[in-house]
């Protein structure tokens, strides 16, 4: 089990790092297909991961040049309370429920990024 978890962790370390996604795009899907996890403890579980991994991946960009900290501090005001919003919903959903809508999401993005 534990290679797994590392396994999972440098692939979203790697994808977080070069294209700012890891927890939901990387390690859902992987914790539920692979570690076969429910979806709400794969969810819990890659957010717990995301802080250590977003930190050290935001400030390696801030020092590349690449952070806009304007647009930061008002992204970050919107998205603690619908975080918080968002995980209270889990409680009121079923994990099934929660995968396939994860994945209708996962889609639809990779069709309008492709055709971009």
Not at 2 to 15: D, N, P
Not at 49 to 68: F, S
Request: net charge positive; glycine share 12%; proline share 3%.
């Amino acid at each position: 089990m534990w290679q797994e978890a590392i396994a999972i962790g440098l692939a979203a370390g790697v994808f977080g790092g070069f294209f700012g996604v890891g927890g939901g795009l990387i390690i859902v899907p992987l914790l539920v297909l692979w570690m076969k996890l429910d979806p709400k403890i794969a969810i819990g579980t890659s957010l717990a991961v995301i802080v250590p991994t977003a930190i050290v991946a935001a400030w390696r960009h801030h020092l590349l040049g690449n952070v806009n900290w304007h647009v930061v501090a008002w992204m970050m005001a919107g998205s603690v309370v619908g975080a918080y919003l968002g995980a209270t919903l889990t409680t009121h959903v079923q994990g099934e429920w929660i995968r396939r809508c994860f994945a209708v999401v996962l889609v639809a993005t990779a069709i309008r990024m492709f055709w971009k």
